[in-house]
């Protein structure tokens, strides 16, 4: 029997998220989440394909515990992790830094550098190596890859990737704009390629991945030229609760006239502000529906965050040159029409031509929405961030 099987595990601070996914027709055996892990209501909900979920409440001490829980779930669909179709696991790891410029498979070295990374990503880079050491005690035979967040981002020029800033205080702390989302944007601007009928180098693209966090990257010829996010996933866009870009002396203003903590001022940009801290909703869902309603908090919030995204649009047209596609994908961009009609609202001079009646067609699948005759094709195409990880995994550590 031949091993075409992946488990991609994307771990967090306290959840790991999983899908098993079989490359040899892209089906999807099982997929789950462990959520609250480390409290007394740890949560585990497991979905095999064409069966019922299962779901299992009460603690889950650590990740070690949690991948047991998975595994033990997973082998009573007979999907156990030591299946011998299982081929390799895929993790998805946050902070790749300069260094991993391509997925990895994982050795001692690896590790020592994901952990040598902490320092910039504080908060993601412990859990996704939490989630590895796990993973390889339990099946250290298997291949295990990580494919970073960062790597699509790496080809950034460094007139875009540095901030303008003392060179030797950037160097000496890493500081740099190193971008996330990296998966889906690769993913995403091949996929919009091979909609417009193209290989990848032949085409230009604005990728706007619009979901809780948020990001844009312009993509030449299927490389990454710039990205919205930076050192950390906090500048760029306006996003579900983090603020996106601002002028860095608001932080020393906080710190001095408003008496704020580093931890504080830490939280309130990325927990308190974006569209949560402008009108109290995050939910692009719930902010259209209080803007039906006459809400001018939830219409200000909303103007906020497109009037950004135009910005973005319209810096990113100027940084390519020539765009021949707009992609919107994630939560928001995937669904809420509302915000793709006013993204591009107003843009007719820059090519843009949306058609509102495609645009309002709801779908699962990659799709045209812009008008026939329009220049830059507009497109909204639904990331996947499993497949990816899952496909380049099984591309470098898979018996093919
Ligand atoms: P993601 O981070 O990609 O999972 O996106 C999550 C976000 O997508 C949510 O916070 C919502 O703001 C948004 N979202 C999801 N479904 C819809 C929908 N049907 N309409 C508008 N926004 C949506």
């Given at each position: 029997m031949s091993a075409t099987r992946v488990l991609v595990l994307n771990?967090?601070?306290s959840s790991v998220k999983y899908q098993l996914l079989d490359m040899r027709d892209g089906s999807r055996p099982a997929q789950g989440l462990v959520e609250r892990i480390g409290e007394q209501s740890s949560r585990l909900k497991h979905t095999p394909l064409g069966g019922e979920a299962r779901e299992r409440t009460g603690p889950i001490a650590d990740h070690d515990a949690a991948l047991k829980a998975v595994a033990d779930e997973l082998a009573k669909d007979g999907l156990g992790l030591d299946s011998p179709e299982l081929a390799a696991i895929g993790h998805r790891v946050v902070h790749g830094g300069k260094t991993f410029t391509e997925p990895t498979v994982i050795d001692e070295t690896v590790l020592a550098e994901i952990e040598r990374l902490i320092p910039v990503a504080p908060l993601h880079n412990p859990a996704n190596?939490?989630?590895?050491?796990?993973?390889?005690?339990?099946?250290?035979?298997?291949?295990?890859?990580?494919?970073?967040?960062?790597?699509f981002h790496t080809t950034m020029p460094e007139s875009a990737a540095r901030y303008a800033i003392d060179v030797e205080t950037a160097d000496a702390h890493r500081v740099r704009r190193y971008g996330f989302h990296g998966t889906s944007h690769a993913y995403v601007s091949r996929a919009t390629a091979q909609l417009l009928g193209k290989a990848p180098e032949e085409v230009n693209v604005i990728v706007l991945h619009l979901g809780n966090g948020a990001s844009a990257s312009a993509v030449r010829g299927g490389r990454c030229v710039d990205t919205s996010m930076g050192l950390t996933p906090l500048e760029g866009l306006v996003m579900g609760t983090r603020s996106g870009d601002l002028d860095p002396a608001v932080i020393f203003h906080l710190m001095r006239v408003g008496k704020m903590s580093t931890d504080e001022i830490d939280t309130l940009l990325n927990k308190k502000s974006g569209l949560i801290g402008l009108c109290g909703d995050n939910d692009m869902r719930e902010i259209r529906r209080r803007i039906d309603?006459?809400?001018?908090?939830?219409?200000?919030?909303?103007?906020?965050?497109?009037?950004?995204?135009?910005?973005?649009?319209?810096?990113y047209y100027a940084v390519l040159?020539?765009?021949?596609?707009?992609?919107?994908t994630a939560g928001v961009g995937e669904n809420a029409a509302p915000v793709r009609e006013a993204a591009v609202a107003g843009l007719e001079e820059l090519g843009l031509l949306l058609d509102p009646e495609l645009n309002a067609v709801r779908a699962d699948e990659a799709r045209l929405i812009s008008r026939a005759n329009s220049r830059v094709t507009i497109a909204v195409v639904p990331t996947d961030e499993e497949l990816e990880i899952a496909t380049q995994t099984y591309a470098l550590a898979g018996d093919n």
């Open positions: 771990s967090g601070s190596l939490t989630g590895i050491r796990t993973a390889m005690a339990l099946r250290p035979d298997l291949p295990q890859v990580a494919v970073f967040d960062t790597a309603e006459g809400d001018e908090q939830a219409k200000l919030a909303f103007d906020i965050y497109i009037h950004r995204l135009k910005k973005y649009i319209g810096a040159g020539r765009v021949d596609a707009i992609a919107f």
